[in-house]
């Protein structure tokens, strides 16, 4: 995200309590993953689970910035495709279009306020292979080819610095995640319109990620984030800390894969999606996502050979839940129309359990 972009948008609110997020510099990991930078990645990792990754300082990622900024174009224009144009892609399934309201946010079964193209890497990667697309998407391959392949290398240098500390085999991490193997990998376009003030209502509600690493690249407020070691109570649903989106940085956070693979070491951090304040409430928030999942058949659980990831504990005996079957769980019932109930939500959750102490419910903000 260059700063062109960010001036072009309105400013920042100020007077919010911020997250205080690491500052990880790419270049360094990408020539050194056994750096110092390393290590502040590992305790990032640990503690938040979120951070920001510097990009204008590496040749790699100013070409990933560069892709970002052509990217947020193309999704604009598929946003603007008339109704009746996006309708025939939304078929109720996890890929492919997500008209407003069309997937609930919390186990009360309250709809969301956003509209998602979320498009599949096995689909990018091979043309064809799954999910319909409208043309405009399909005369762009190459840019998400291209945007899906950054990003890749992106989730895959951080895993092979944590790989490192954690002391695993080289190349772990690298056959769990192999681009060309099938996997929950996807490529999201989010888009929430401005609310109307007097009915503004979080757009997505407090969740998990299912994979292993998040790539995020936004311009303008509404991300918020548990603060570690804080327990919120019902009444404190708005003190979680708003991440600030920086130029030439992307956010990065952690997902419950690597909750499961490092036994709770590392952090999948619980989060939400807010409406911009400010005068940013007055325009329409976008989000390019890519989302990092271990391969569809690899089974989540502590990952052997580790003398620095906790024991299992006498007595635990772990899920043998595949990367695909722990996606499916999570999806399953999140679409309008196949949501059963607050049971069936509190089925689907994530590693919430090991972010935060106390669930917040979900109120109007």
Known sequence: MDKQAFQ???????????????VIDYDKLVNDPDSDEARRLFEACKHYGFFYLKLDHSEKGQQLLDLVKETFTLQKKVFDLPSEEKRPYDTGQFLGYTAPGGTVIDR???????????????????????????PLLLDSQK???TFTQSCHEVALTILAALESLLDLPKGTFADLHRLSAESGDHVRFLKVPPQPDTDRRTALGE??????????????????????????????????????????????????????????LFRSNVHRVDPPLGTQKLVDRYSLIYFSRPRDDVVLKRLPGSGVIP???????????????????????????????????????????????????????
Do not use: C
């Open 8 to 22: 072009e948008e309105p400013p920042f609110p100020e007077g919010l309590n911020l997250a205080q997020l690491e």
């Open 108 to 134: 009360n079964g309250t709809r969301d306020r956003m509209e998602v193209w979320n498009i599949g890497k096995d689909d990018i990667m091979q043309p064809g292979y799954s999910i319909p697309k409208p």
């Open 143 to 145: 840019i998400l080819q």
């Open 207 to 264: 969740h998990t990620d299912f994979g292993s690493i998040t790539v995020l690249f936004n311009r303008l407020s509404g991300l918020r984030v548990v603060e570690p070691g804080r327990q919120y109570g019902e009444n404190d649903w708005d003190e979680w800390p708003w991440v600030q989106p920086r130029p030439g940085h992307a956010i990065i956070n952690l997902g419950d894969a690597l909750v499961k693979f490092t036994n709770g």
């Open 311 to 365: 024991p299992l504990a006498d007595g635990v005996v772990e899920e043998e839940l595949t990367s695909k079957e722990w996606i499916e769980r999570r999806a399953a019932g999140k679409r309008h129309g196949k949501f059963k109930g607050p049971e069936h939500w509190d089925r689907m959750s994530g590693t919430e359990s090991a972010s935060k102490a106390k669930a917040s419910p979900l109120v109007a903000v």
